[in-house]
């Protein structure tokens, strides 16, 4: 079997560091979308074989030390889909080399396992979990990409094979247009009585004319 993994219970944002040789599994509470909302959890498994097989944008092996996840601005981050709403912070996960410097998109090779726990009421506004997409953004094609991930419980889980921003968003309900209300028989009438009544003025109006005209 392979070794317990550490684990870490925190609340956003935060530095830890990693376990080479047991593996590092981080339970995170992230900053609720309106103060006094339910917060997000998000839990990201990292295996020893993991941690020990990473290599940076380059394809290099690289030895991993400390672990960072924080929410960021969303002027700091790249732009989502515009005709997606963003539900929470979007999150940055990156790894720190033994020097403290960022490791440029570390991959991984087998993946690790990142779930995020949405509250209840941004389920229902999703109108279901099912609703709600996990997107990662890909610092090489430039694209928030959607993750295939898979619900388990009230969490949204997926393999990731690198680091970079994850975010959950939804796509807005579309309100439909009411119908056409149905024309009736009284309004139906209504037209035919003013279509009379102009018809009239303009017979009486030419019968005048061609009396003057006599006259």
């Not at 996960?93 to 087998?110: K, T, V």
């Not at 939804?170 to 209300?181: F, Q, R, S, Y």
């Not at 209504?190 to 003025?201: N, Q, S």
Request: proline fraction near 12%; include cysteine.
């Amino acid at each position: 079997m392979p070794p317990a993994p550490t684990v870490v219970t925190e609340t956003a944002p935060l530095n830890v560091t990693v376990d080479l040789n047991n593996g590092t599994t981080v339970l995170v509470t992230l900053p609720p979308a309106t103060p006094g909302a339910t917060p997000p959890e998000l839990s990201f498994s990292m295996p020893a074989a993991t941690l020990q097989n990473v290599t940076d944008r380059n394809g290099n092996p690289v030895v991993p030390n400390r672990l960072v996840i924080e929410p960021v601005d969303a002027s700091t981050a790249p732009t989502l889909p515009t005709n997606e709403i963003n539900l929470n912070d979007i999150i940055r996960i990156q790894l720190l080399d033994a020097n403290g410097n960022p490791i440029d998109r570390p991959n991984f090779n087998p993946p690790v396992v990142l779930c995020i726990t949405p509250p209840p009421d941004q389920v229902t506004a999703a109108g279901g979990i099912e609703n709600i997409t996990l997107r990662q953004f890909d610092s090489l094609t430039g694209v928030w990409e959607v993750l295939t991930s898979a619900v388990i419980g009230n969490q949204i889980c997926a393999n990731v094979t690198h680091l970079s921003f994850f975010a959950l968003t939804m796509v807005p309900a579309v309100v439909p247009l009411p119908a056409e209300l149905p024309s009736t028989g009284a309004v139906d009438m209504f037209r035919l009585e003013v279509l009379l009544v102009v018809i009239a003025v303009l017979w009486l109006g030419g019968t005048l004319v061609r009396k003057r005209g006599r006259a």
